[in-house]
Nanobody, 124 residues
Framework: QVQLVQSGGGSVHAGDSLTLSCAAS????????IGWFRQAPGGEKEYVGA????????YYADSVKGRFTISRDNGKSMVYLQMSNLKLEDTAVYYC?????????????????WGQGTQVTVSS
């Protein structure tokens, strides 16, 4: 059973940086595409990016490309979302999730295992 435990998050000012962490149960990174999503109040889950399992290639939504970076440490079974130049519109609850269907990385319904979510609040 895949388990994902998130840490990080908090309140920052626009232009600041913040890193979110996602601890995956042992072995999960060999079988999961790890995606990051966010959900603003009253909104639906929005795709942020994903990192594939073998070659570690990353994909990003246009809204975060160039500002956010996904990385992983296989030895620690950790995945990170490094966010820089944060904007007010980045305020949301952020989730990491595991996709074992290996198809549409941008569709949250293709992810079966989710972290608990962590709040990121960006203020001016």
């Amino acid at each position: 059973q895949v388990q994902l435990v998130q840490s990080g998050g908090g309140s920052v000012h626009a232009g600041d940086s913040l890193t979110l962490s996602c601890a995956a149960s042992e072995g999960s990174l060999r079988t999961c595409v790890i995606g990051w999503f966010r959900q603003a109040p009253g909104g639906e889950k929005e795709y942020v990016g994903a990192i594939v399992r073998n070659r570690g290639i990353q994909y990003y939504a246009d809204s975060v490309k160039g500002r956010f970076t996904i990385s992983r440490d296989n030895g620690k079974s950790m995945v990170y979302l490094q966010m820089s130049n944060l904007k007010l519109e980045d305020t949301a609850v952020y989730y990491c999730a595991c996709n074992k269907r290996y198809n549409d990385y941008e569709d949250p319904s293709d992810y079966d295992h989710w972290g608990q979510g962590t709040q990121v609040t960006v203020s001016s």
